[in-house]
């Protein structure tokens, strides 16, 4: 049996000196919390994917201008032909027809004539309902992206947070593990001298150099999860710099302002569901639109020549244009219908989130008061455990104590820390989460 765990305390030591060997050979760089969150901000890809949508947005909005400025448009035609109608037609608009022209003969079988016709065309919208609930429908949805961009970079700032504070306690974690462990190889020391001596029984060495075993296992470990931790803060920043990163701010117990009673529903999430809701309340209507007319006027100024870029002769026209569709079979009837379902769904959809950002709102409340009992908990087993330890090191000065009773007190008070550590982080992150709950 001892053969066997001097044998695995062989191989961990190998392993876990390897690992440490890794992370040891990386460069440590140290951040501190402002300055991590600002490159957050400015780097994360998440919040850089949002703004590309607000700008989309924007593009699609531009578009809808075109139901209220005019459209202009210049072209420049050259044609060359022998067909009679079109052959007479441009010796017309060219300003050269002669009496000649009207021979049968020639107008039945013209000469090959040559065009060139330069336009500029205007079209200028009056009545379009339709395009104006389209253009009011994307405007709504503009402003509900923006809110989710706003969102967005609200929710990569608590990630933001609760992942340094995750460094911050991996960090700390490795450090009170550490203290364990020199507490856990003093007392493997103090029993195997006593083993020697024949105090002891073999069974004793065995259970301490398990425990060391089990708190170097416990490092190994925190020690990965601590490069876990290292990388996905580089990635919240949008970093592929091959360092581990250390915290420059300890991880203290943080007393955030008093969060609302309540969800507010301007909170940017909320308010951009109920903009997207009215969005499609709005295409509902353009689509009920499309059951009317559209009025534009239109205008064009046209210069004619047999010569490229040429204009000896010109004449201009100008309208207005009464547009009505009376029917297209039910196309117009559909396209109504699933409008109006897509909205009817939409209202749903919003009620909903609402009603699921509630309880979320509740349950997160809990959260925060199992959070601070735990805290309370935590604080008054770590004061114990001090006072436990003070007590006995006062008996080990007289001779009152063991050793080993003073390294296992030693050790008690370690992992008192590492809990009330874990409570920190824990209720820290239940105000924040609360209050990206409640924030308007």
């Known amino acids: 049996m001892y053969e066997i765990i001097r044998t695995m305390r062989y191989r961990l030591l190998i392993i876990v000196f390897f690992s440490f060997s890794f992370l040891e050979a990386q460069e440590i760089i140290p951040i501190t919390k402002k ?34 400025v005019p459209n202009i448009s210049v072209s420049h035609t050259g044609i060359a032909t022998t067909n009679p109608l079109m052959a007479f037609g441009s010796k017309l608009n060219q300003e050269i027809l002669t009496q000649n022209d009207f021979n049968p003969s020639l107008l039945n079988n013209p000469s090959q004539v040559q065009s060139f016709a330069t336009t500029i065309a205007i079209q200028q919208p009056l009545i379009n309902l339709k395009g104006m609930y389209q253009r009011k429908a994307i405007k709504t949805t503009l402003n509900a992206i923006t809110l989710k961009s706003q969102r967005t970079k609200e929710y990569i700032s608590l990630e933001a947070d609760k992942a340094y504070m995750q460094l911050q306690l991996s960090y700390k974690t490795v450090e009170i593990l550490k203290l364990i462990k020199k507490g856990a190889l003093e007392n493997n020391r103090l029993v195997a001298n006593s083993f020697k001596q024949g105090h002891l029984q073999r069974t004793d060495v065995l259970s301490t150099e398990i425990r060391v075993l089990e708190i170097e296992n416990q490092i190994q470990y925190s020690k990965s999860h601590l490069k876990n931790a290292s990388n996905y803060v580089s990635f919240l920043m949008n970093s592929s710099e091959d360092v581990i990163l250390k915290p420059s701010d300890e991880l203290l117990l943080l007393m955030l302002n008093e969060p609302r009673k309540t969800i507010s529903k301007e909170r940017s999430d909320i308010k951009a569901m109920q903009l997207s809701t009215e969005a499609h309340q709005t295409v509902f209507m353009s689509e009920k639109m499309s059951f009317l007319p559209t009025l534009n006027a239109f205008g064009s100024y046209e210069l004619y020549d047999d010569n490229l870029f040429s204009g000896d ?37 919003y009620q909903q989130y609402v009603s699921k950002s509630t309880l979320e709102f509740k349950k997160s409340n809990r959260a925060l008061l199992d959070a ?34 003073l390294l296992n007190a030693e050790t008690q008070y370690a992992q008192k820390q590492l809990s009330y550590s874990q409570a920190i982080y824990n209720y820290n992150y239940a105000q924040a989460y609360l209050k990206y709950l409640t924030k308007e």
């Open 313 to 349: 002769a010109n004449g201009y026209l100008f309208g207005v244009q009464l547009s009505w569709t009376i029917l297209d079979g039910t196309k117009r009837f559909g396209k109504a219908q699933k409008s109006k379902a897509t909205y009817e769904k939409a209202k749903i959809e």
């Open 372 to 405: 601070k009992n735990n805290l309370t908990l935590s604080l008054l087993a770590l004061k114990q455990s001090k006072e436990s330890l003070r007590i006995r090191t006062n008996r080990f000065k007289q001779g009152l104590e063991k050793t080993t009773d």
């Open 35 to 68: 300055e991590f969150l600002q490159r957050v901000l400015e780097n994360n890809n998440n919040i850089k994917i949002s703004q590309q949508d607000v700008f989309a947005a924007k593009g699609d909005y531009k578009q809808t201008n075109a139901v209220i």
